[in-house]
């Protein structure tokens, strides 16, 4: 699978809502998401760096997931609240970092601001034939 048909699938998995409420269908925006960068790790057989860019509209949010990766996160801009199962929940600003591991199941992952976009950078480690993500109920 190409690097553009991935980055279009995580599209596609990744719907996002305004909140716990029903929103109008104008008013729902999905991340906008970019591949960077990909490239194989010679020194780990089977693995692959993946680097993502994603950017939230404001009040958007993510499902339930897992990426079955090592996943490390660098907010760029505005602010993003993000939480996975069994840690604290917290609010991420420009310059902050976030980490998830491959066992664990995101929970939260949305844009603090319901006016402002949130822009993010998230590089990955994972197996080559994996998919970049992974729902959850």
Do not use: W
Not at 109 to 124: E, I
């Amino acid at each position: 699978m190409t690097i553009p048909k991935l980055a279009l699938r995580l599209v596609c998995l990744v719907p996002v809502t305004l909140g716990p409420k029903e929103a109008p269908k104008e008013a729902l925006k999905e991340a906008k998401v970019t591949t960077l960068f990909s490239k194989d790790l010679p020194d780990v057989p089977g693995k692959e760096g993946l680097m993502l860019a994603v950017e939230y509209p404001p009040g958007s949010s993510d499902p339930v997931h897992r990426h079955n990766a090592d996943a490390f996160v660098y907010v760029l801009e505005g602010s993003i609240v993000m939480q996975v199962r069994g840690r604290k929940e917290m609010t991420l600003t420009p310059g902050q970092t976030f980490y998830e591991g491959p066992s664990d199941v995101h929970v939260v992952g949305r844009n603090a601001s319901q006016t402002k976009p949130a822009k993010f950078v998230v590089f990955l480690v994972k197996e080559k034939s994996a998919p970049v993500l992974i729902p959850v109920n």
